[in-house]
Each structure stands twice: as structure tokens, then as C-alpha cells.
């Protein structure tokens, strides 16, 4: 346990000794989308019979905390590869599932930073109720986790910068815009609603929408169910990379 809290505490550290670019600068974009998207659609558009304002402030939360719990536990591994400083984790007696832990967990509490601060910052633009606080805090945890666990493969696998900008953009970028963050699925033609149920990080902001609305477009049970799963999938894996020591040990 000493290695887990040793490991797990130089990860916290890693991201707030610079919490002006890990936590304030997404707060900030996140409250870009509201101004743009709330000031040109809110007047017109209204989702499960609220305003759009308020329908888009959880889905920007959820966005947050999935992309900034991969982009900490996948900045990380990176680093210490390309700085040579990973030999420094990797020596001491530490579990694989010691080191795992410390990693997402660490990056699970940047991603709940960042979407504390972005629910904080938007009570000056609407009102919102929390209808079931337990549904938010699942789907943020395992959301949060899934995606930390993610990055920590695309750390592993990656090399150098430029491939580990590739994972984002091409995988966890689309996952996330084309989830429902900013619409409900059923505005969308039948195809793609059917095609939006193949996508994980849909349940999760379903999910964790319906924690504030009570109203979701799929049953919040069957949505923690997928993230569950899916979360399961990549631990395993996950956990099977450290073992191998695959793309980490020279």
C-alpha cells in the first residue's frame, strides 16, 4: 500500500502543481460551448421539455470529466516514457493492480475536478436540480475510470506525441462529440440513432443526465450496465499490458 499511496499521490501532484492548465483551462472551454451553443439555440430549442441551456450543462460536465481523466492518466505514461523517468515506477515492488490503481484513480479525481468546477461555474447560467445524486456519481466514477483506463492503454501504446494526439483525435474525440452531449438522439434520423447505441460514452452521458432530469432516453440500469461492462473489458486489459510489461520495459 505504501507503493499505491506513494505512486497515487505524485499523480495528484503532477496535475495540480500546474491546475491553471489541468483544471482551469477546461472549465473555461466548457464554458465556451454554453455561451455559444446557449446564446444561439436556447431561445429556439428545448429537450425532455427543458431549456437547452439546461439539458447541455450535464453532458458538458460528463465530456469533461471523460476527456480530462484520459488525457491525465495518457500525459502521464507519455512523459515518463519519452523522460526515461518510467524506470523509476517500474523497479520498485510495486502490484500491477497497485499501479493501476494509482493511475486511474488519480485521474479520475482530475476528471471530478474539472466537472465540480464546470457545474460550479454555470449556476450563473441556469438552474439545475439533482434529481438522483447516486446515478450522477456512478456514471462520473466509472465514466472517469473507463476513460482513465483508456488512456493508460493509449500510453502504453504510444511512442512518442504525435501518436498519442492520433488516439485522441481519431478515437476519444469523436466518442465523446457524437455521444448526445449537445442533442438528444432522437432528434437524429433513424440510422443514426441506431448507430449512437454502438457508442459507450452515449450510456454515459444518458446516464448521468439522468441524474438531474429523471428522464433519459435509455432506462439509467441497462446504461450503468454497458459502462460496467465496458469498464471490466479495459481493466482486463489493461491489467494484461502491465503484466507483459508490453512498450514499457526496453
Known amino acids: 500500500m505504501i507503493g499505491f499511496w506513494t505512486l497515487f499521490y505524485k499523480e495528484l501532484l503532477r496535475f495540480w502543481k500546474v ?25 429556439h430549442v428545448q429537450v425532455h421539455g427543458v431549456r437547452y441551456t439546461t439539458f ?27 523522460t526515461g523517468s518510467i524506470i523509476f515506477v517500474l523497479l520498485p515492488p510495486i502490484p500491477y493492480s497497485a499501479f493501476f490503481a494509482a493511475y486511474v484513480l488519480a485521474a479520475v479525481a482530475r476528471g471530478l475536478m474539472v466537472g465540480l468546477g464546470v457545474l460550479l461555474a454555470t449556476v450563473w447560467f441556469t438552474e439545475l436540480k439533482i434529481v438522483a445524486p447516486l446515478w ?12 482513465a483506463a483508456l488512456g493508460m492503454i493509449a500510453g502504453i501504446w504510444s511512442e512518442k506525441f504525435d501518436q498519442l494526439a492520433a488516439f485522441q483525435n481519431f478515437l476519444i474525440m469523436p466518442l465523446t462529440m457524437l ?15 441506431r448507430l449512437s447505441h454502438y457508442n459507450p460514452v452515449f450510456y454515459m452521458i444518458d446516464g448521468f443526465r439522468y441524474g438531474f432530469f429523471g428522464v433519459s432516453d435509455v432506462a439509467p440500469e441497462i446504461s450503468l450496465t454497458v459502462v460496467v461492462a465496458c469498464f471490466a473489458v479495459v481493466f482486463a486489459l489493461t491489467l494484461s499490458l502491465l503484466k507483459r510489461g508490453w512498450k514499457l520495459r526496453a
Open 19 to 43: 491546475a491553471f492548465q489541468t483544471v482551469g483551462a477546461p472549465v473555461l472551454t466548457a464554458l465556451l460551448y454554453l455561451l455559444i451553443f446557449g446564446h444561439v439555440l436556447d431561445e
Open 56 to 82: 447541455l450543462v450535464p453532458g458538458l460536465v460528463m465530456m469533461q470529466v471523460l476527456q480530462n481523466a484520459f488525457a491525465n492518466s495518457s500525459s502521464s505514461l507519455i512523459q515518463a516514457k519519452i
Open 136 to 147: 450522477i456519481f456512478a456514471f462520473a466514477l466509472f465514466g472517469g475510470g473507463l476513460f
Open 179 to 193: 455521444s448526445g452531449v449537445f442533442y438528444s438522439i432522437y432528434t437524429l434520423p433513424e440510422f443514426w440513432q
